[in-house]
């Protein structure tokens, strides 16, 4: 399997990576462990839990080795969906800002199940301080990784789709390292994706546009738009909007500034924002696609103040 990765490391069509994600699973799947969890690791406690399942952290009984452990209910959980998130999880984990796979995958009685290096200082969620974000610093230090991890995903003919901060997890203070995880969504560049129903402020409006009912070929824009709300939530502390949709006040607004170029409608949070901020966030969140910057544009703004100094007097706090 690990040789499998290793010769697929040049490919970056959609096409390409698509069919060797399909020999990964095959293979997996021929060499699926039948075991049950208690045997082999002891649960030391819950480190989230959503729709889709379950992660602990467990220590592996002989060894103590700390982990990961995501479990998928067989009840909710699609075998071929299972095989397919943990393969692509295996196949970008090269990188330094995405989680270390542990190669070991396997199935109980009642779940699907496979192990990652643990992240004991949680996600970056956890350390976003409502109406004020993070510090500048931290910002740019987690801007700088999640490029990097968003730029080699692409390389490798993927689309993250995920991009918010409970999937970005904390391997330091202050975003010192950082690490992407949950490829559940991930697919190969060009699959075809309908129209969402359950809008976010991280879904791109492209998808929310009812006029593209036969779907549309996802692309690495769709991820720049995710990082620019996450770099607002960052920056700010809030969302920029709750949906996508027109009707949605806040994102009407912005429809307003991206489409005349006033800001005069923007909600106050836009004010913490400097004028090269604002530059950055245009440029990530246009509403054309095609007019969209790469994540790797951020780079450039690195240098410039994102927050102006009297923020604080501008929120009225």
């Known amino acids: 399997m690990w040789c499998l990765c290793a010769q697929a490391m040049n490919l970056n069509t959609g096409l390409e990576v698509a069919t060797m994600l399909e020999e990964m699973m095959q293979l997996t799947a021929q060499n699926l462990v039948r075991m049950e969890v208690t045997d082999h690791y ?48 295996l196949y970008l984990s090269t990188h330094p800002n995405i989680i270390s796979m542990f190669g070991i995958a396997f199935e109980s009685i009642d779940h699907y199940g496979f192990l990652y290096e643990a992240a004991l200082q949680r996600d970056l969620i956890s350390i976003i301080k409502p109406r004020e974000g993070v510090s500048e610093s931290a910002a740019k230090q ?105 009707s949605d006040p806040f994102f009407d607004d912005f429809v307003v500034w991206q489409e005349t170029g006033s800001t005069d409608e923007l909600s106050r949070h836009w004010k913490k924002l400097t004028a090269d901020a604002m530059d950055m966030m245009s440029k990530l969140l246009a509403l054309n696609p095609s007019e969209r910057s790469p994540v790797s544009k951020v780079m450039q703004y690195l240098d410039c103040p994102w927050r102006v100094d009297n923020w604080r007097s501008v929120e009225g706090i």
């Open 142 to 246: 987690c801007a700088k990784q999640v490029i990097s991890a968003l730029e080699f995903i692409h390389s490798r003919g993927l689309v993250y789709r995920d991009v918010k901060p409970e999937n970005v997890l904390l391997f330091g203070r202050d975003c010192q390292r950082i690490k992407l995880t949950d490829f559940g969504l991930t697919r190969p560049k060009g699959t075809i994706l309908k129209l969402v129903s359950g809008v976010i402020p991280y879904t791109a409006p492209e998808l929310t546009n009812p006029r593209n009912t036969d779907g549309l070929p996802i692309d690495a824009t769709l991820d720049a738009w995710a990082f620019g709300v996450l770099l607002f939530c960052l920056i700010t502390g809030y969302f920029p909007w709750e949906t996508t949709m027109l």
């Open 42 to 89: 002891k649960v030391i406690k819950e480190l989230g839990k959503g729709k889709y399942g379950l992660v602990t952290l467990v220590t592996h009984r002989k060894r103590g080795t700390p982990m990961a452990l995501k479990l998928l209910p067989k009840t909710s959980t699609k075998r071929h969906n299972f095989l397919y998130e943990y393969c692509v999880a």
